[in-house]
């Protein structure tokens, strides 16, 4: 009798798989988090091995486990602007985010020694939580301001002791409008207290081949553009909003052109 089950669902799959799109974007997303808890499974003790405990330079270890997993879903990444990651030392590194499939974007650009700010409910994720710790990302409670606030003044001594490279998602939360929600402010006083240099980056809109609400997920292009540094040094709290602003409209006209949207004067965006 089991035979009988197993081999009716062996056959049930495949057809799923080929009529059913709302079974295709289940399974899909269930098997991306299922592949990344066991890539973090193996990638522990690398880390531990590697480095001992909680550093940096365990993002190394993520960064070359993940950049298959592309190929899993039939996602292409196409990269510009790869010569504004060539700067020396610590920067901040900005880019819009509209779910967790960023993470293989991001690790396809992530220069070395650099990790990222994420919300503290992450660090529970299982295994996933352990590896993003172990790889020294800094976790912040989105809910208590002034606690984020501290955690990221510290994160910007550090930088600059440890010359690190912190990589921010300015809008705070995953984002799939088609447009970018407007900036928080913390990624911008991180970099004017290190006074570092801000790199934003763009993804453009995943709208084509993943879309959360119509349960559709196929295989896609992902555009990525690194635009040119935005020099901070000289500058103080009192221009961070204007740093803000000036890097939202930089990044908003790259995400509408890599994207092939264009902004209607009071409406929505439209393709
Ligand atoms: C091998 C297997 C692998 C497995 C796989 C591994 C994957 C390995 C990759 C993982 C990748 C993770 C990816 C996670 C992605 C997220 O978790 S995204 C969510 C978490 N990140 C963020 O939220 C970052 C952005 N948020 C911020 O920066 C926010 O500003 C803060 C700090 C949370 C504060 O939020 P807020 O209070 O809601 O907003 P905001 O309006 O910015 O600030 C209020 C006031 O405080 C001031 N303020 C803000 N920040 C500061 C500051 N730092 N100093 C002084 N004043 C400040 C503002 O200026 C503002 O004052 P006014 O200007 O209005 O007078
Ligand atoms: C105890 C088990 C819990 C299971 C949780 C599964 C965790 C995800 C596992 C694999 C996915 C790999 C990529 C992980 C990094 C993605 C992090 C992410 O995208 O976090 C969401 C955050 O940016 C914004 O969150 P909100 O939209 O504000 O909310």
Sequence with gaps: MDVVWMLLLLLLFPLLMWTSSTFVFYFKKFFYVAWMMFLAIVGIPICLLKSGGRD??????????????????????????????????????ISNHQSSLDVLGMMEILPDRCTTIAKKELVYAGTVGLICWLAGIVFINRKKTSDAKSVMADAAKTMLDEQIRLWVFPEGTRNQNGDLLPFKKGAFHLAVQAQVPIIPVVFSSYSSFYLRKEKQFKSGVIRLRILPKIETKGLTSDEVSCLSDQSHSLMRTAFLEISGLVAKSNGPLKH
């Design 56 to 93: 940096v330079e365990n993002m190394r270890i993520i960064r070359s486990m993940v950049r298959h997993v592309k190929y899993l879903f039939g996602l292409r990444i196409e990269v510009s602007g790869w010569e504004h990651l060539q700067t020396e030392g610590p920067y901040v590194i």
